[in-house]
């Protein structure tokens, strides 16, 4: 099974913290935060993994990610295709055919990729997005209809589901995705507007690291859960 694998983002937010680096290579914990991604694809059974990056980047992803037991394979964009034109160029390298993996370099979770992958197939759909609940960055006050305040509740689990940036695409859908652009813009509202894309609830963990304090907060869980460590197999 291959995967498609998201590394262009210039981690501008994390500024300093980035250490100059493509976010998806900013340590977290002492490894590249897409190291973390790869380890568990591999533990799903992918042997290949395709890395949209920026031209001229490709060697420092393969010496990051390289010896997971994974083959990494970096396809360097000449110029800024937006995340849908990053996605349709690495699929144009896959050696396979049928449903792959696609997924940001610069996210956490802890999905079940084969349970996903199977839903996908399960249900017919074009493309399959993972989908996750976040909370409120601020305390929410329980108003009534007549104005009368009945509570408060911190930081409470919204109850909207957001795209999670993990996903289950087809054939269909990667021959729709876009040269240049945003896929999340064009094809997925498409696909969704005719009945063809598929949500896949995701309560487990899910950490965006976007700001030196996602940053923070991202190495203190992984400092809390050893077993997430990448394992390297070879070198």
């Not at 591999?42 to 390289?66: K, M």
């Not at 896949?200 to 859960?225: Q, S």
Request: glycine share 12%.
């Amino acid at each position: 099974m291959e995967a498609l694998l998201l590394a262009g983002g210039k981690a501008e937010r994390l500024g300093e913290a980035a250490q100059g680096l493509p976010k998806p290579l900013v340590p977290v914990a002492g490894f590249p935060l897409a190291e973390y991604t790869v380890a568990r694809l591999v533990d799903a059974g992918v042997t290949r993994v395709l890395v949209a990056c920026r031209a001229g980047q490709e060697d420092a992803f393969v010496n990051a990610l390289g010896g997971l037991g994974a083959e990494v394979q970096p396809v360097g964009e000449p110029e800024p295709l937006g995340r849908g034109g990053g996605l349709r160029l690495a699929a144009s390298h896959r050696a396979e055919s049928g449903p792959v993996l696609a997924l940001n370099g610069d996210e956490l979770l802890d999905v079940d990729f084969r349970a996903l992958v199977g839903e996908h197939e399960r249900s017919g759909a074009a493309a399959t997005i993972v989908c996750a609940q976040v909370r409120s960055p601020f305390g929410v006050v329980d108003l009534e209809e007549d104005g009368r305040v009945s509570g408060f509740r911190e930081a409470p689990l919204l109850d909207d589901w957001v795209n999670s940036g993990v996903y289950v695409l087809g054939e269909e859908a990667l021959s729709r995705l876009p040269e240049r652009g945003d896929h999340e813009q064009s094809t997925f509202p498409d696909l969704a507007a005719e009945g063809k894309l598929r949500g896949y609830r995701h309560t487990g963990v899910w950490l965006t690291v976007n700001t030196p304090k996602d940053l923070r907060r991202a190495e203190e869980w992984m400092g809390e859960h050893p077993e997430w460590r990448p394992r390297r197999v070879n070198t």
